[in-house]
């Protein structure tokens, strides 16, 4: 009877001890599992989406504020605030949740007809508190005749930015880099919010209407992105975007103060948010879990997650850490970092003899003496190689950022390379700091502006140029060209030239006052232009391109006036920049045709529909930029009425309806002087004439200098009296009488006196949704 329950037990004991450890790893598991709710709520789920705390659908189950982390739930989907925002996904470690957003569509019947277009605020609803991650999505467009922008707001200031997409034939799209062949894409700024997307199209896609009837915008996240045919977007609604969120607007250090508001728990640490302001918490390292719930962050078991982790030893977990415990007589010794380590045995060193340590004295000196030569000899050898290696580098890049084109394009044009300096790099980067990020400048898309100090003295800017293959090494050869052949006091002067960099460097003398737009559109700053600064500036940018177009050896159009590309000296004086994409022509030529290049608002219609620049394309862009001066109101601007969007428009329109004083910068109205009342008008003419949609109607360059010559003969209240001066102002308004001419005469009035034009104004745009 003993014996059979001693066989009993002997069977069972290790049955009941299995058990008992399958029920404890169990238990340790369940007790481990990391934690997505706060305590005392159940799972947060809709439909077979988890949603993860500081997120949640139930009332005290998500993070105050309330409009910010409360999830609702409508036939078992999920939506961020209210039905117009699905979300997909919730990461709460890197602070983003994906929102599936809306496309917008733009369709067109065979005769050119415009369909429902199917363009708004895509985010309407949305707080500060998200912003769209410029890292993670890009804006897109897809069609064959469009043109997309978005507009949106950073903070309190309008944004917009877009791209055209254009083709023939089906087979011309370009599937693979999205490059503006049926496709195009642009990146979006950081902190964006709120935003919005217009869709236009050149010709109402009649020419392509047989394979693409529709255009397509959208903002999406990047690496969902997939293009494969013109058709792919047709029944697709809506694309998932990524958004940053953190928590509140204040920085760690602030946030840490508050300890009732502070949203970091136990072994968790605080990271400031870079898209956008705020903070995010994370599991300390050792840890992971969700730190925003208490006791969120569990310690990772080490000696689980690396078995092998203390070879010839055992390993034991601690929080947030681990250790190796070895058998006596070795060390521990980590080999490959947190990977692996092992128990080594000590070194045992015996001093039985004086001969001994004698060997052992000498080995070490002697080994030492050798390894300081051996370095020695390295030190000397790598000095060299770097040495050789940095000529040879300098040559590549001499040669890849185009100095045999620009010597060749020199001689070419009976330049010699002397007039140009080659400045060394080593001298640049002792003037600019090594490129300070303090001592930028400004940022375009032809590259970054740094401030630097010669040693001689002299202040300067120098401009590191984006150069991303032949096409823009192209540009920058052509801008120091170009700026080779040019000596006038209101075009920014090239000093030199750096080839031997890794891009290459343009120096220029230095501009202090900064950017025409930034005294015009920034009605923060204390000084404001007065209207005879605004004159003088006029007459010098006309006069500087009247300089380009008729004084060079060979006609040069600028091709991107505008106000940020018009800088301001010490003493307030214009001078022209950024020549990157100007041309040189021939004497006898009349135009050139060119890919569409230049900004939004600035564009000569003529030159967007033929894709032949001219000099009166020129002469577009500078009346948009004398209707800035007029009106200090920006080239675009999707604050004003839809009709006037573009300030060309904006401008005619007014002009039209006889309400010129009622745009012009009040400013200027509030100088209250009979004689600046009349250049007003004056100009406002000459602008009207400028933006003419028929290029030959245009004055030339010439006439619009010597036009505003005459304007600015009346200074003052005394030369406003002079007869003489009066006869000329006269002169001014009537000497060329056109169709598109306004008649008016002298006044003392402040009051709007002038006449309806004898025709009506063609705006210059295909039509308003065009922008």
């Known amino acids: 009877m003993n014996m059979a329950n001693t066989s009993s037990l002997t069977i069972l004991c290790?049955?009941?001890?299995?058990?008992?450890?399958?029920?404890?790893?169990?238990?340790?598991?369940?007790?481990?599992?990391?934690?997505t709710h706060l305590s005392g709520c159940k799972k947060q789920l809709c439909g077979d989406f988890e949603i993860p705390y500081p997120f949640g659908l139930d009332k005290g189950c998500f993070m105050d504020p309330p409009y910010l982390f409360q999830i609702s739930c409508t036939d078992s989907t999920p939506y961020l605030f209210s039905s117009a925002f699905n979300v997909s996904k919730i990461t709460v470690v890197d602070g983003e949740v994906t929102i599936m957003l809306a496309v917008a569509k733009d369709c067109y019947s065979k005769d050119g007809k415009q369909l429902t277009p199917d363009v708004s605020d895509f985010t309407q609803g949305l707080n500060e508190f998200f912003s769209v991650s410029f890292v993670r999505n890009k804006f897109y467009s897809i069609g064959c005749d469009n043109l997309a922008t978005i507009n949106g707001y950073r903070g309190d200031k309008n944004y917009t930015t877009g791209c055209i997409s254009s083709c023939s034939y089906p087979n011309e799209v370009d599937l693979k880099s999205c490059s503006g062949v049926g496709c195009c894409q642009t990146s979006i700024p950081s902190q964006l919010t709120k935003y919005g997307m217009m869709l236009g199209s050149n010709d109402n896609h009649r020419s392509v209407w047989s394979f693409n009837p529709c255009s397509y915008a959208f903002v999406m996240q990047e690496t969902e992105f997939k293009f494969s045919r013109l058709e792919e977007f047709t029944n697709v609604f809506s694309v998932p975007v990524i958004f940053d969120w953190a928590v509140g607007f204040d920085s760690c250090q602030v946030a840490e103060k508050n300890k009732a508001t502070y949203a970091c728990k136990e072994n968790s640490v605080c990271v400031n948010s870079t898209p956008r302001r705020g903070y995010l918490c994370r599991c300390s390292e050792g840890f992971e879990g969700n730190p925003y719930i208490p006791n969120g962050c569990l310690d990772i078991d080490e000696c689980k997650l690396y078995p092998n982790f203390c070879q010839n030893g055992t390993c034991i977990n601690t929080v947030g850490s681990f250790e190796c415990s070895c058998p006596t007589g070795t060390t521990y010794t980590k080999i490959n970092g947190t990977t692996m380590s092992m128990c080594t045995q000590l070194s045992m060193i015996t001093d039985d003899s004086d001969s001994r340590k004698r060997i052992i004295i000498y080995s070490v000196l002697g080994s030492a003496l050798g390894l300081i030569f051996l370095l020695i000899s390295l030190w000397y050898l790598i000095r060299i190689i770097k040495k050789k290696t940095n000529i040879k580098r300098k040559e590549v890049h001499f040669q890849r950022n185009g100095g045999l084109l620009l010597q060749q394009q020199l001689s070419t044009h009976e330049y010699s390379i002397e007039n140009i300096k080659l400045f060394n790099s080593e001298e640049l980067e002792k003037a600019t700091n090594n490129f300070d990020m303090d001592r930028i400048l400004g940022q375009g898309g032809q590259g970054t502006v740094h401030k630097g100090m010669l040693t001689d003295g002299r202040i300067v800017a120098v401009k590191k140029s984006k150069i991303d293959g032949e096409e823009k090494v192209g540009e920058f050869i052509n801008e120091v060209v170009i700026l080779a052949q040019i000596n006038?006091?209101?075009?920014?002067?090239?000093?030199?030239?750096?080839?031997?960099?890794?891009?290459?460097?343009?120096?220029?003398?230095?501009?202090?006052?900064?950017?025409?737009?930034?005294?015009?559109?920034?009605?923060e700053r204390e000084f404001q232009l007065t209207w005879n600064m605004r004159l003088r500036i006029a007459s010098e940018i006309a006069a500087a391109l009247f300089y380009l177009h008729s004084a060079t050896s060979s006609p040069i159009y600028h091709r991107d006036i505008?106000?940020?590309?018009?800088?301001?000296?010490?003493?307030?004086?214009?001078?022209?920049?950024?020549?990157?994409?100007?041309?040189?022509?021939?004497?006898?030529q009349t135009h050139v045709t060119t890919l569409i290049y230049g900004t939004f608002g600035y564009l000569d219609p003529e030159y967007f529909q033929s894709n032949q620049f001219t000099d009166k394309s020129d002469v577009y862009s500078f009346g948009v930029v004398l209707v800035e001066l007029l009106t200090s109101e920006k080239a675009v601007s999707i604050t004003r009425s839809k009709e006037g969007k573009s300030l060309a428009t904006y401008f005619l329109i007014a002009m039209n309806e006889n309400h010129l004083f009622e745009i012009v910068d009040t400013n200027l109205v509030k100088e209250s002087q009979n004689h600046v009342n009349d250049q007003i008008v004056a100009v406002a003419n000459l602008a009207r004439k400028c933006?003419?949609?028929?290029?030959?109607?245009?004055?030339?360059?010439?006439?619009?200098?010597?036009?505003?010559?005459?304007?600015?003969?009346?200074?003052?209240?005394?030369?406003?009296?002079?007869?003489?001066?009066?006869?000329?102002?006269?002169?001014?308004?009537?000497?060329?009488?056109?169709?598109?001419d306004f008649s008016y005469t002298t006044t003392s009035s402040t009051s709007n006196n002038y006449a309806s034009p004898s025709t009506s104004i063609e705006l210059p745009l295909l039509s308003s949704k065009n922008h």
Request: glycine residues 4%; negative net charge.
């Open 14 to 35: 290790p049955i009941l001890f299995l058990m008992i450890l399958i029920i404890e790893v169990a238990f340790c598991s369940n007790n481990n599992s990391i934690p």
């Open 488 to 523: 006038h006091r209101n075009v920014v002067k090239l000093l030199g030239c750096c080839l031997e960099t890794e891009v290459p460097l343009l120096v220029y003398e230095f501009i202090p006052n900064g950017t025409l737009s930034h005294y015009l559109h920034d009605h």
């Open 562 to 588: 505008k106000s940020t590309n018009i800088l301001l000296d010490e003493k307030y004086r214009a001078k022209i920049a950024d020549f990157g994409t100007s041309k040189a022509v021939d004497v006898d």
């Open 691 to 740: 933006l003419n949609l028929n290029g030959k109607m245009r004055p030339t360059m010439k006439e619009v200098s010597i036009e505003l010559d005459k304007i600015q003969m009346v200074t003052s209240g005394d030369d406003y009296n002079n007869p003489q001066s009066a006869e000329e102002i006269v002169y001014v308004r009537t000497e060329q009488i056109e169709p598109w």
